[in-house]
């Protein structure tokens, strides 16, 4: 793995990736949603404020870089450097906003490893009170209390 954050910073928000950046080089930084192992090449859906989009960890076009994501966890944070490109005929996400493409990772740095957290943050599984003000801090992670946040901050300034 090479430090490239040193010299790059974020260039996008991975929900904000569509058709329009296919071809471009992307960094990319947030927590990792879910991750799968599907005959030897790695998926890691990413995720930040803005949405969610899959990176693809291929051994052929990066050795280091795939062995490093067989690591990657829920919740751990990253930074990817890749290649956006559509996805396979047949494997768009029709509920996903970045739906038709994917980040064919070329880098990657874990910037922090996480516990497997106490609830899915996925905002559909119902979680106790108690649960969510013991863990607020990941509480607020959840899509529903994003969305509360961002219009707060709307409604304030």
């Known amino acids: 793995m090479s430090d490239f954050l040193t010299i790059k910073k974020r260039?996008?928000?991975c929900g904000d990736l569509n058709a329009s950046h296919i071809g471009g080089e992307v960094v990319l930084m947030?927590?990792?949603h879910r991750r799968r192992d599907h005959?030897?090449?790695v998926f890691v859906d990413m995720r930040d404020r803005e949405g969610l989009v899959?990176?693809?960890f291929n051994p052929e076009i990066s050795a280091s870089c795939h062995q490093e994501a067989?690591?990657?966890?829920?919740e751990y944070v990253l930074a990817v450097k890749g290649l956006v490109r559509r996805r396979p005929e047949g494997m768009e996400n029709p509920d996903l906003r970045t739906g038709e493409i994917e980040?064919?990772?070329?880098?990657?740095e874990i910037l922090n490893e996480a516990k497997t957290p106490?609830?899915?943050l996925d905002g559909a599984t119902e979680i106790s009170e108690n649960v969510r003000l013991k863990y607020r801090y990941l509480d607020l992670r959840r899509p529903e209390l994003q969305k509360n946040l961002i219009l707060r901050s709307r409604i304030a300034a």
């Open 54 to 56: 899959q990176v693809v």
């Open 30 to 32: 947030g927590w990792a």
């Open 39 to 41: 005959g030897g090449v």
């Open 103 to 108: 980040v064919l990772a070329d880098d990657l």
């Open 11 to 13: 260039t996008h928000y």
């Open 70 to 74: 067989q690591r990657i966890r829920s």
């Open 118 to 120: 106490p609830f899915v």
